[in-house]
Each structure stands twice: as C-alpha cells, then as structure tokens.
C-alpha cells in the first residue's frame, strides 16, 4: 500500500512569509507526528496528533509554528514569519496506533528560508 | 534528561564485513527502540522495532538487541553490501509518544 507521503518536497520562501507543509498518512493510520532535521542531525520531535486533536505540542519551538488535523487523516503545519534559522527538512510519521507500534517516515519537505 | 548518543559519527568498512552500530541511552526505562537507515535526501526508512521486553529482533542480514541496563543497543548487519551504505538511526521511545533520535552513524561499505 502507499506510504506516507508529503508535499512539496523542496520549498524555497523568503524571510517573514508563511508557509505550509502537507503530510499524507498511511490510510488508517490514527496517530501522526512532525519532526524537524536539521543538517547532520538526527530529527527532533515538534507534535504528535492522536485523532484530530494534538496530544504533545511540547517541541514546537515558538508560536509561530502551528500545525492542524481536521479530519484525523491529513495533516498541516504551519509557519508564520519564517526565519532562516527555519530551514531544515520537516518529516512527517504515522502509526497503526498509540500502543507501541513502530512509527514510518515520509520523504520529508526540505524548507529554505532566504 | 533522556538522551541517546550513537558513536562513532561516520563508519567505513569493507564489502563482506560483519559489524556493529551502536546506541546508548539515558533513561532504561523505555517503552521501544526502533532502527532506521536513511538514504542521502531521503525519508527514514524502518528496519527493526524491539520493545521493551525483548531482547532482540532479525530482519534478513540485519539483527538488533536491547541491554535496557546498560542502557544500550546493537544493529548487527551481516556481510555488508555496497547498497548498505546509509545513515542509520536509532532512536528511543519513553513513555510519551515521541521519539528521541541519535544524531545517526553515516556507514559507508567500500567494494
């Protein structure tokens, strides 16, 4: 079956505008989670979706990272006056379930602040 | 603080060779530890689960263990290929649903 899958792959904006990032989960798949990679690193977790609702916000680093689940299927975060400091890429993860079962990556959308 | 650190950075071996990665991490106390191997511009592609009350798990060459006291995990890979050249992950989950990443090993088989 289809993977997670996430739009664009590649953005390149300017400082100070806005920005969406789009993760398609696996179908069926009722949690989701953003993680952010910065070059040579390993990826930090943002926020982790149960449902539609958000369960952990705790590694959004400010208030102008914001991310949305309407349905319980895709998601959208959202970045508000974008800073170079910004630019990594943005993964997106979706599980079976909350009790231990293991999480699968989309390709990922590298973000480039200008 | 719940940490996980993977040493060394980088890994160059020869084609055909057995070897180790290896993990460490802070809290014994975890919930799963999963292996993950991405690709050069590419996602993150799972390899291995072991939860917390197993002691290790095999997928084809590969083959990883848990010493949740010590505090430490192994990714054994079995007669190396070129095409295993990639960063491998690992990366823990503690009692919240998130996952704590190493920074990763970059290997590199040589043919």
């Known amino acids: 079956g289809a993977g997670v899958s996430q739009t664009p792959s590649n953005k390149v904006t300017e400082k100070g505008k806005y920005v969406e990032l789009r993760c398609d989960p696996i179908s069926g798949h009722t949690a989701l989670y953003w993680y952010r990679q910065s070059l040579g690193q390993g990826p930090e977790f943002l926020i982790y979706f149960q449902g539609t609702g958000a369960a952990d916000d705790s590694g959004l680093p400010n208030d102008r990272f914001f991310a949305v689940r309407p349905e319980g299927s895709v998601s959208t975060l959202k970045i508000q006056r974008t800073e170079r400091g910004d630019s990594a890429v943005y993964l997106c993860a979706s599980s079976a379930s909350t009790s231990g079962d293991p999480q699968y990556f989309g390709p990922g959308t590298r973000l480039t602040v200008l | ?111």
């Open chain 2, 1 to 111: 603080k719940q940490e996980v650190t993977q040493i060394p950075a980088a890994l160059s071996v020869p084609e055909g060779e057995n070897l180790v990665l290896n993990c460490s991490f802070t809290d014994s106390a975890i919930y799963n530890l999963q292996w993950f191997r991405q690709d050069p511009g590419k996602g993150l592609t799972s390899l291995l689960l072991i939860q917390s009350s197993q002691r290790e798990q095999t997928s084809g060459r590969l083959n990883a263990s848990l010493d949740k006291s010590s505090g430490r995990s192994t990714l054994y890979i079995a007669a190396s290929q070129p095409g295993d050249s990639a960063t491998y992950l690992c990366a823990v989950r503690w009692g919240a649903q998130k996952l704590v990443f190493g920074q990763g090993t970059r290997l590199t088989i040589n043919p």
